[in-house]
């Protein structure tokens, strides 16, 4: 389950007594957002407990910018 509740289904990577957890939909492949669950007890709590958790809400495609131009920002013309 990710942070906003959704299930799917997960692929799993443990390292260094973490399980690194990609929530993907089920009928979508459409990935849901990530999770780190604890597999050892640590100075971050026991075994079993989720110390991360992430959501992807919402993704688009945006044009890139220049080098200098924040977000919002009208593109930059230097005169020559």
Known sequence: ???AGRHGV???RPHDGERTEWIFDKSTA???GERTVLLEDNAWG???T???SVALIGSGIVAPR???EGVGDEPRVEAS
């Open 66 to 68: 220049g080098v200098g």
């Open 10 to 12: 997960a692929v799993a």
């Open 46 to 48: 026991k075994a079993g």
């Open 30 to 32: 459409r990935l849901l």
């Open 1 to 3: 389950m990710d942070a």
């Open 50 to 52: 989720v110390v991360t």
